[in-house]
């Protein structure tokens, strides 16, 4: 469902392994964010490239995870960004809140 990849240390690569993030899944999210965390003091990035549906709460669970990175290490960056994903995080008006990398 979701797997880290230490990138190059001290940063992290957060990977949603579906094609889904929403209320039936946000919750594994954020506690395996967390988790993940831990042993992380660089950069943070969430791989979202198979993800084309995501709902508020999904949305939530990636405002959570930036905002328990201290302001320094902000913002979390998400990569592969759908133009589905994309949409619904600018009419949120969340987008700015992240660095954003769109599909290639």
């Given at each position: 469902m979701f797997s880290k990849k230490d990138a190059l240390l001290p940063d992290l690569v957060i990977s949603i392994d579906q094609s889904v993030l929403d209320r039936t899944v946000s919750g594994e999210f954020r506690q395996f964010a967390v988790e993940a965390l831990e042993e992380c003091s660089g950069t943070v990035s969430v791989d979202c490239s198979l993800v084309?549906?995501?709902?508020?709460?999904?949305?939530?669970?990636?405002?959570?995870?930036?905002?328990?990175?201290?302001?320094?290490?902000r913002p979390v960056v998400l990569q592969g960004v759908s133009p589905e994903v994309m949409t619904l995080l600018e009419l949120l008006r969340v987008s700015h809140l992240f660095k954003l990398e769109s599909k290639a």
């Open positions: 084309s549906f995501i709902d508020s709460s999904g949305v939530g669970a990636l405002l959570h995870l930036n905002n328990l990175l201290p302001e320094e290490r």
